[in-house]
């Protein structure tokens, strides 16, 4: 059998490989009497949301913030301390690509939380790499957080293929010279991978 095309499938974490009940925050918004949508516009429409993923902000402190501007910090810390749950089909998939002897590695617009956000829904030992946004300092879809990560591994872009739920953040691979995949589900990916010379089933 030949070798694989690629010498490195790098996912992103959320929307991919872990998932988030978005009635959540409507429930909290509900039960503590604020405005449907202000914790999410709170958090990701203000620089805040920014700053949090790129080291500028803790979890907690991004917590304060948004409690603060929505006038509930309970409803704020507990939304922002939920994290999710992994999903069993992708990460039995990310299994088999490591067996068929291709890295998987993770990158995330994520938080200084990350290590254990990844422990607490099982998915600590998923990744051969794990890259968060908050410690590079830099976010997707910025084609510099993929060139740190081709270069941190060793690996050229081209051989690496990315998938992530956001368009953005594919084009932002694809500008770094990585093969970027807009993820439309597990056997979607299956699918490129096996034409990319991975061994999945």
């Known amino acids: 059998m030949a070798a694989p095309a690629i010498d490195l499938l790098l996912t992103d974490l959320d929307g991919v490989v872990r998932h988030f009940d978005r009635s959540v925050a409507d429930t909290l918004e509900v039960t503590h009497g604020l405005e449907v949508g202000s914790l999410r516009r709170e958090a990701f429409e203000h620089p805040r949301g920014q700053a949090a993923i790129t080291g500028g902000l803790t979890r907690s402190a991004w917590a304060d913030e948004v409690g603060a501007a929505v006038g509930s910090p309970e409803a704020a810390h507990?939304?922002?301390?939920t994290w999710g749950a992994a999903d069993p089909v992708m990460a039995d998939l990310i299994r088999t690509?490591?067996?068929?002897?291709?890295?998987?590695?993770?990158?995330?617009?994520?938080?200084?939380?990350i290590h254990d956000e990844l422990a607490t829904?099982?998915?600590?030992?998923?990744?051969?790499?794990?890259?968060?946004?908050?410690?590079?300092?830099?976010?997707k879809p910025d084609p510099r957080v993929f060139a740190h990560v081709c270069a941190s591994l060793d690996v050229q872009p081209a051989r690496v293929l990315f998938v992530d739920d956001s368009p953005g953040n594919v084009d932002g691979a694809r500008d770094a010279g990585l093969l970027g995949r807009n993820f439309a589900g597990v056997e979607d990916l299956r699918s490129a991978l096996t034409d990319l010379g991975v061994s999945v089933g």
């Not at 507990?78 to 301390?81: F, K, P, Q």
């Open 78 to 81: 507990a939304w922002l301390g």
């Open 97 to 113: 690509v490591r067996a068929a002897g291709v890295p998987v590695a993770v990158l995330t617009n994520g938080t200084d939380t």
């Open 121 to 139: 829904v099982g998915l600590d030992a998923a990744f051969d790499h794990v890259f968060c946004t908050w410690f590079i300092g830099l976010a």
